[in-house]
């Protein structure tokens, strides 16, 4: 979508673009965006709130109460369970690219127009439709550019082909939860390797202390990651859970 915008299929020219690094993303993603911010002719600001790997099932100093930040999947009685709240995208995603918007704008720390003053477009594809979640804010309005020119990933791939763009992969935390087993298969031995060592601190750091009856996955199974048998996993039929989630802040 910053691509298009570059080559002028869809405008107006934006002011910026931001990217809210959670830490924990992997190396293709930063070397993508190295890439990205030599071609587009607006600047790219990096915003982090802090290093999402670190933070999460990390005991906080206050006592018991143990924040989980992400989607961990809750065993019952030893059996796949349901899904953890999760934290992560509003504190490493959303919160700090609002907080960016309102610096740039000059409106930090006070009160919000209101009427609209910004627009800010999200690079969700035709496919992932259902990731669309309406602005909560009257200052700030949302626009999907690729949705209304009714592209497709595959068309959006198709378009960095014939403009002689590598072809970028999907993005997303190293060890988030809603990945597919194609993803999961996906990652770098070091990334997995990575996600094995945080899925273990899942359970842990939380026994015991955890509000939450079960132990905690990274993998959907409720089987220690490493322990998954990922040769043999088919993803046909398989759900998708992050196209539903994420409120099309992640992987964009
Ligand atoms: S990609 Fe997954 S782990 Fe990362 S911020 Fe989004 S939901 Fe959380």
Same mark, same amino acid.
Not at 52 to 75: N, Q
Not at 80 to 109: H, M, Q, Y
Not at 232 to 247: I, P, S
């Given at each position: &979508? ?19 690094? +959670? ?6 993603? %930063? ?30 100093? +206050? ?12 065993s ?10 999760? !934290?992560? +995208? ?21 009160? !919000? ?46 378009? &960095?082909?014939?403009?002689? %763009? ?5 993005? !997303? ?11 999961w298969?996906?990652? !770098?031995?070091?990334?997995f390797?990575?996600a094995v060592?945080?899925d273990r601190?899942?359970r ?11 132990e905690?996955f990274l993998h959907?199974t409720c089987k220690p990651l490493d322990e998954v048998d990922f040769s +043999?996993a ?14 099309? &802040?992640?992987?964009?």
């Amino acid at each position: &979508m910053a691509l298009m915008a570059a080559h002028g299929e869809i405008g107006p020219m934006p002011d910026c673009g931001i990217f809210a690094d +959670t830490g924990w993303e992997p190396a293709h993603v %930063y070397e993508h965006l190295d890439r990205l911010e030599k071609l587009l002719p607006f600047p790219v600001y990096r915003v982090s709130a802090g290093n999402l790997r670190d933070e999460i099932a990390s005991v906080r100093p +206050t006592g018991k109460f143990l924040k989980i930040d992400i989607p961990a999947f809750v065993s019952n009685n030893g059996k796949p369970g349901g899904l953890v709240n999760r !934290s992560c +995208t509003r504190d490493f995603k959303i919160d700090p690219i609002r907080r960016k918007v309102r610096e740039l704008l000059g409106i930090a720390g006070k009160r !919000s127009p209101k009427e609209a003053v910004v627009e800010q477009w999200i690079g969700i594809s035709i496919d992932e439709v259902i990731r669309m979640k309406p602005g909560r804010e009257a200052w700030q309005v949302s626009r999907w550019p690729l949705i209304e020119k009714r592209m497709a990933r595959s068309d959006c791939l198709r378009w &960095m082909d014939r403009n002689g %763009y590598p072809e970028p992969k999907k993005s !997303s935390c190293i060890g988030c939860p809603f990945h597919s087993d194609a993803e999961w298969r996906a990652l !770098s031995k070091e990334e997995f390797a990575d996600a094995v060592e945080v899925d273990r601190r899942l359970r842990d750091t939380t026994r015991g202390i955890a509000r939450t009856k079960g132990e905690l996955f990274l993998h959907r199974t409720c089987k220690p990651l490493d322990e998954v048998d990922f040769s +043999t996993a088919e993803d046909r039929g398989q759900l998708n859970l992050f196209l539903n989630e994420c409120e099309g &802040m992640c992987g964009v």
